[in-house]
């Protein structure tokens, strides 16, 4: 049923939720799991790249996430890198298709519909790029 999970993580709340998805998820048909964390940098004049965590932070979040699932017996491999602010949900889109997933499992902040429409949501987004399921969990 699924074979290949693309789970995007940050560093909200649900995080903890989506690994367990991700996890139950893969558990049931023996697949494997990619965690992938962009690292999101804004630009900013004058100023260049500004990044909203460090390389050591986001790699430290994906390999515990990796080991999480290891630990649990599914197979499980990470991806790190950087992206510019507003452009995560085109990645992970594009990260879905490269690596053939079955689906993408993320996590939602919980912002409200006026929220999200203002601030532009990552989940929103990748679930109307998306060509496969989206699990939004929240």
Request: proline share 2%; hydrophobic share 50%; no cysteine.
């Given at each position: 049923m699924y074979e290949k999970l693309?789970?995007?993580?940050?560093?909200?709340?649900?995080?903890?939720?989506?690994?367990?998805?991700?996890r139950d998820l893969a558990a049931l048909s023996g697949g494997e799991v990619w965690v992938l964390h962009l690292r999101e940098r804004e630009v900013m004049p004058r100023?260049?790249?500004?990044?909203?965590?460090?390389?050591?932070?986001?790699?430290?979040?994906?390999?515990?996430?990796?080991?999480?699932l290891t630990k649990a017996g599914v197979k499980a491999h990470g991806v790190m890198r950087s992206t510019i602010y507003g452009y995560a949900a085109r990645e992970i889109v594009d990260d879905a298709k490269?690596?053939?997933v079955s689906a993408i499992v993320m996590g939602s902040r919980g912002r409200g519909d006026l929220a999200g429409?203002?601030?532009?949501?990552?989940?929103?987004?990748?679930?109307?790029?998306?060509?496969?399921?989206?699990?939004?969990?929240?």
């Open positions: 693309l789970v995007a993580i940050d560093h909200s709340k649900a995080t903890e939720k989506v690994l367990a998805a991700a100023a260049g790249l500004i990044d909203s965590e460090s390389g050591d932070e986001a790699q430290a979040q994906v390999d515990a996430a990796v080991d999480e490269n690596l053939d429409l203002v601030l532009g949501s990552t989940a929103h987004k990748v679930i109307h790029l998306a060509d496969r399921p989206v699990l939004v969990v929240r």
